[in-house]
């Protein structure tokens, strides 16, 4: 049983499109994360949700917009997209952001998108 | 703000030790975390350090001074499945509120050659 799972793992699609990927974990966590990792694999935050509760919303453009049903499931819209939207979107999972080993994180496999 | 420093590239023999280093400037300081990620994979936590000291875990240690913000990754008996890249991250406490995040630094390159 996969711990952290996203899909797609790979997703083309051209300029002004917009796609969705989704993530769910089956470890009982509460808080969940989007993470972008782009060309130069430096690994940004973009959201994390606390029991369905937006917690960080760093700057990242309005075309983007999570959406968290439930605390195992946290799912990425990205609308009008961009050329410079690729990159691969990891989703992870961690206990609860109140406490202090919260960030021992556990990643999905990760969403490659390209935008062409 | 936060800022994470660490080499982009090391390279290492097969069986020998080496050491990746991290400095880091934060506020609401929480703990510094070590990832491992294998190209074209996730990364994995590997370590936790939230007090000075070194935590040993097998082949891995990581060592954290608080007072000098600074951290280091020690890998042994380098194997070449080492190859990969590897992270600091550093956990701080967001501005007016009891949850803490994790910054990543850029991640070092460490390849390991026969």
């Known amino acids: 049983d996969t711990a952290v799972s996203q899909t797609p793992k790979y997703l083309v699609t051209q300029m002004g499109n917009d796609k969705s990927i989704k993530c769910e974990q089956n470890l009982g966590h509460d808080t969940m994360y989007w993470y972008k990792q782009d060309s130069k694999k430096f690994l940004k935050i973009m959201f994390s949700y606390n029991n369905k509760e937006l917690i960080i919303n760093e700057t990242v453009p309005n075309r983007f917009s999570p959406k968290s049903p439930d605390k195992a499931h946290l799912n990425l819209h990205i609308n009008s997209l961009e050329l410079g939207d690729s990159a691969v979107y990891f989703c992870?999972?961690?206990?609860?952001?109140?406490?202090?080993?919260?960030?021992?994180?556990?990643f999905g496999e990760g969403s490659r998108l390209t935008v062409l | 703000g936060q800022n994470i420093d660490q080499p982009t590239e090391m390279t290492a023999t097969e069986g020998a030790i080496v050491q990746i280093n991290c400095t880091y400037q934060?506020?609401?300081?929480?703990?510094l975390f070590w990832y491992q990620q294998h190209a074209g994979e996730a990364p994995t936590f590997l370590s936790y350090?939230?007090?000075?000291g070194l935590e040993e875990k097998g082949r891995f240690s990581s060592f954290l001074s608080r007072s000098k913000g600074y951290s280091y990754l020690l890998l042994k008996e380098l194997q070449m499945k080492d190859s990969a890249s590897y992270l600091c991250a550093v956990s701080h406490l967001l501005m007016n509120s009891g949850y803490s995040t994790l910054t990543f630094g850029k991640g070092t390159m460490l390849l390991v050659s026969p």
């Open positions: 350090n939230v007090l000075d």
């Open positions: 992870a999972s961690s206990q609860d952001l109140r406490r202090i080993d919260a960030g021992e994180l556990f």
């Open positions: 934060t506020s609401g300081f929480n703990g």
